[in-house]
T-cell receptor, first 115, second 116 residues
Framework: GAVVSQHPSWVICKSGTSVKIECRSL??????MFWYRQFPKQSLMLMAT?????????EQGVEKDKFLINHASLTLSTLTVTSAHPEDSSFYIC???????????FGPGTRLTVL | AQSVTQPDIHITVSEGASLELRCNYS??????LFWYVQSPGQGLQLLLK??????LVQGIKGFEAEFKRSQSSFNLRKPSVHWSDAAEYFC??????????????FGTGTQLKVEL
């Protein structure tokens, strides 16, 4: 149980286009989902926390208008990278807070490459 | 503010040897502590966690960790390393709240290499 999926696992796009990444909790309801960004050989940096039916809470320094987060249901959160540029290329990982208090379950990640 | 330090960026051990990965945390109250493992291009898998109670925690794949409040440490250990353990290991501390969830702060990770 407690599986989180992400789609797509890998995406390449042209500079200036927008890309949407989906994060789904497959077998549990996730009231809170988290979005992280990971640069090569570096740690995970929390970008934002998303709660079902409400606005996401962004970490300091994260551009809200560039990284749009929508948490439309208890099993789905989406991250849209708008007007992507090469510096947005990164590994994006989502997690969902599961049925056990204070534990997050992580998705497999999405590799974004912006040309 | 909570923080995590993993002092060892890279560690190399021989297969069959014992392993200890260090983790020190900073947190104002009793922390929730986690160890995750990440294989190349993959998400994170939880190895073990500490919330309260017994300070020696057993996890998956033969790993264990010991919470030492006096040293603000949560070191990960394994008595005999297997070649498949080669990966990146992250220590994380939780307990803060942001937007309704439980915020995790990750260390910078330790890359484990296993020599055959």
């Amino acid at each position: 149980g407690a599986v989180v999926s992400q789609h797509p696992s890998w995406v390449i796009c042209k500079s200036g286009t927008s890309v949407k990444i989906e994060c789904r909790s497959l077998d549990f309801q996730a009231t809170t989902m988290f979005w992280y960004r990971q640069f090569p050989k570096q740690s995970l940096m929390l970008m934002a926390t998303s709660n079902e039916g409400s606005k996401a809470t962004y970490e300091q320094g994260v551009e809200k208008d560039k990284f749009l987060i929508n948490h439309a249901s208890l099993t789905l959160s989406t991250l849209t990278v708008t007007s992507a540029h090469p510096e947005d290329s990164s590994f994006y990982i989502c997690s969902a807070e599961g049925p056990y208090y204070n534990e997050q379950f992580f998705g497999p990640g999405t590799r974004l490459t912006v040309l | 503010a909570q923080s995590v330090t993993q002092p060892d960026i890279h560690i190399t051990v021989s297969e069959g040897a014992s392993l200890e990965l260090r983790c020190n945390y900073s947190y104002g109250a009793t922390p929730y502590l986690f160890w995750y493992v990440q294989s190349p291009g993959q998400g994170l898998q939880l190895l073990l966690k500490y919330f309260s109670g017994d300070t020696l925690v057993q996890g998956i794949k033969g790993f264990e960790a010991e919470f030492k409040r006096s040293q603000s440490s949560f070191n990960l250990r394994k008595p005999s390393v297997h070649w498949s353990d080669a990966a990146e290991y992250f220590c994380a501390v939780g307990g803060g709240l942001t937007g309704g969830g439980n915020k995790l702060t990750f260390g910078t990770g330790t890359q484990l290499k296993v020599e055959l």
